[in-house]
């Protein structure tokens, strides 16, 4: 198979994420091979479904989060046992239903653009969390104290809601 026309710019992209990449494949090492030389790239050939299972579990126990991307059949066992896992809409039935995301088109831009997206959701989430320990350290003890009217303290909570809706609001454009 040919590669697809942004493999080596979604890889630089995940590199540029700290995200390592090897290549799992049931296809012939020399072929492998020659393809993990092109994209400068790990890669284990000749491997079974049950081999890439054992890989990705292997990787895993080692404490690595795998973030497993195939299209074949043959990736179904591999694609569940991923912390995450993303397969595109040309995959197998399998493929599809063993991941947990299904991208469109040839393009792989999708799997950096969700790491991406995946890290911003991630540090908005723990700001409203801050936002809202932040809240309520200093505002219950002020109505615990009576230093602050029930209508006040509805209206800072209601306050408090908004700033961390808008801060979620933020992750629109998550992806791009």
Same mark, same amino acid.
């Given at each position: 198979?040919?590669?697809?026309?942004? &493999?080596?710019?979604?890889?630089?992209?995940?590199?540029?994420?700290?995200?390592?990449?090897?290549?799992?494949?049931?296809?012939?090492?020399?072929?492998? +091979?020659?393809?993990?030389?092109?994209?400068?790239?790990?890669? *284990? &050939?000749?491997?079974? @479904?049950?081999?890439?299972?054992?890989?990705?579990? %292997?990787?895993?126990?080692?404490?690595?989060?795998?973030?497993?991307?195939?299209?074949?059949?043959?990736?179904? @066992? +591999?694609?569940?046992?991923?912390? *995450?896992?993303?397969?595109?809409?040309?995959?197998?039935?399998?493929?599809?239903?063993? +991941?947990? +995301?299904?991208?469109?088109?040839?393009?792989?831009? @999708?799997?950096?653009?969700?790491?991406?997206?995946?890290?911003?959701?991630?540090?908005?989430?723990?700001?409203?969390?801050?936002?809202?320990?932040?809240?309520?350290?200093?505002?219950? @003890?002020?109505?615990?104290?009576?230093?602050?009217?029930?209508?006040? %303290?509805?209206?800072?909570?209601?306050?408090?809601? *908004?700033? *961390?809706?808008?801060?979620?609001?933020?992750?629109?454009?998550? &992806?791009?």
């Amino acid at each position: 198979d040919a590669l697809r026309p942004d &493999a080596r710019a979604t890889l630089q992209q995940l590199d540029a994420l700290g995200i390592g990449s090897t290549i799992l494949s049931g296809d012939r090492t020399e072929a492998v +091979a020659e393809t993990a030389a092109a994209l400068g790239i790990e890669a *284990v &050939a000749a491997l079974t @479904p049950a081999g890439k299972l054992g890989l990705v579990r %292997a990787m895993a126990e080692d404490g690595e989060r795998v973030l497993m991307v195939g299209d074949g059949l043959n990736d179904g @066992p +591999a694609l569940a046992a991923g912390h *995450v896992s993303m397969a595109p809409g040309s995959a197998s039935d399998v493929g599809q239903n063993a +991941a947990d +995301a299904v991208f469109l088109g040839d393009s792989l831009s @999708p799997v950096a653009a969700a790491v991406r997206a995946a890290r911003r959701t991630m540090a908005v989430v723990r700001q409203n969390f801050a936002l809202a320990i932040g809240y309520n350290v200093i505002a219950v @003890p002020l109505a615990v104290m009576g230093y602050v009217t029930p209508l006040i %303290a509805a209206l800072a909570m209601s306050g408090s809601s *908004v700033i *961390v809706i808008a801060n979620a609001l933020r992750l629109r454009n998550a &992806a791009e």
